[in-house]
């Protein structure tokens, strides 16, 4: 359906703007980080660029997720009017190169030697048909907790490793009056948690076939059925307001002790940045229980799509400055995100930044590194909402019971292949 929406209007443009006129010095952005750690991330981005003579011309779209985003972006290309680049994950990437609406930054990418540095996973969605049409900003990853070590002191709790210590931590919490799990009522937060159910209830093995190969008997299967009574109960320990709840004010309950735990990304260790909280001291990051030595990935990219010539420029200056090893490093400290190159070191990132850096070398050698479902990596963007919208559904009892949730999973799943 994008393809047939597209195809036209990029004919179109190519032909609008044939004059060589001279640069235009402007990156225009199309992004959802519009949160406080997510905006400061943003600036390192911005302040490299004005050193560089380019002003920012920022399209923001509030939406955790980026759905909101996406929308947007569908229309302004609809119109053929291009931003010089936009935030995407993984499969959306390689739908708008299907496309025919990216630009091509291979000559970039050669002189960089991106694909020495670039990881894989990450240039399986930034380069399509042989041609980079992405630069990977970071890799991000979902399968955490963030805890409020105050919270976790008074409660005297330590590190849940399996998903029944995590149940008896969280009724800890509960009987020391603190809301045990801090979670924002929409189907993309819902689903991220649930990503790290699945995996922590099926194992490695489960997660990929189920949620990367989208193998039939594993999306019918007991293990799926058992992911969903796990979801079911840890949705018990979510106080009564979470419906539509963004994900930052969740992250902010956890960071006011206000709230235990938040299952969230790593952005959510840009929030505690922002607020300059320390890991070990005013927070702690472990991996979700029965997670250890797996990762469930997402990384943000700036699709670059067929500018105007006048506008490559810009586009060549963004990509380049993105996976530079300073803005890496910079950029990612401030993100909770990790390098989207392997040769970046980690002396300037937090205790939790290292372990994110040195879980994932590891995933990616020992194969247990997976595309995350619910943030694009998974599965394409049709597949991807129709899972989102199983499990919300389920978490706001809309579908009543785990059978029926894997019955309407393969039966979502399938319409939307
Ligand atoms: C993710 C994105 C992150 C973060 C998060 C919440 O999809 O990869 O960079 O912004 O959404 O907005």
């Known amino acids: ?32 980080w519009t949160s406080g750690g997510e905006a400061a991330a943003l600036n390192v981005l911005k302040g490299d660029l004005a050193k560089e003579g380019y002003a ?144 922590s209830t099926g194992g490695p093995e489960f997660y990929k076939k189920a949620f990367n190969d989208l193998d039939d008997a594993s999306l019918k299967s007991d293990t799926m059925k058992k992911s969903f009574d796990n979801l079911a109960k840890l949705v018990t320990y979510v106080d009564p307001n979470f419906s539509g709840r963004d994900w930052n004010l969740a992250t902010a309950m956890v960071i006011k002790g206000d709230a235990l735990v938040q299952v969230m990304g790593d952005w959510a260790k840009g929030e505690f940045h922002a ?35 006048d506008r490559k420029a810009a586009q060549v200056a963004l990509a380049t400055a993105t996976l530079s090893k300073s803005f ?16 970046v070191p980690d002396t300037d990132f937090d205790a939790c930044g290292k372990k994110g850096i040195a879980d994932l070398k590891k995933a990616n050698e020992g194969g247990t590194l997976f595309g995350s479902l619910a943030q694009g990596y998974g599965a394409p963007p049709a597949v991807a909402n129709a899972y989102k919208d199983v499990v919300s559904k389920f978490v706001h009892g809309q579908i009543k019971t785990s059978d029926e949730a894997v019955t309407e999973l393969v039966k979502a799943i399938d319409d939307a292949k």
Not at 328 to 343: I, W
Request: glycine letters at 10%.
């Open 275 to 309: 607020a300059k909280k320390t890991p070990g001291t005013d927070f702690l990051c472990y991996r979700f229980p029965g997670t250890d030595g797996s990762v469930i990935y997402n990384s943000d990219m700036f699709g670059m799509f067929n500018v105007p010539d």
């Open 56 to 199: 920012w011309k920022d399209v923001p779209v509030a939406g955790g997720g980026g759905d909101a985003a996406m929308t947007a972006l569908k229309a302004m290309v609809a119109a053929g009017n291009y931003p010089t680049a936009s935030q995407m994950l993984g499969y959306t990437v390689l739908d708008y190169a299907a496309a025919g609406v990216m630009g091509d930054l291979t000559e970039t990418a050669k002189k960089e030697g991106w694909d020495k540095s670039v990881p894989a996973a990450l240039q399986k969605f930034s380069v399509y048909d042989g041609k980079w049409v992405a630069a990977p900003v970071n890799v991000h990853s979902v399968n955490w907790l963030w805890i409020n070590k105050a919270v976790m002191d008074k409660i005297g709790g330590t590190e849940p490793k399996t998903f029944d210590d995590f149940v008896a931590l969280l009724d800890k919490a509960k009987a020391a009056g603190v809301i045990p799990l801090a979670l924002g009522g929409q189907n993309w937060q819902e689903a991220t948690m649930f990503d790290s159910v699945v995996l």
């Open 328 to 343: 890496q490093s910079a950029f990612n400290v401030v993100k909770g995100s990790v390098p989207a190159r392997t040769d």
């Open 1 to 32: 359906m994008l393809r047939k929406l597209l195809i036209g209007t990029a004919l179109a443009t190519s032909f609008a703007f044939s004059a060589h006129a001279a640069d235009v010095k402007e990156v225009q952005m199309l992004h959802w």
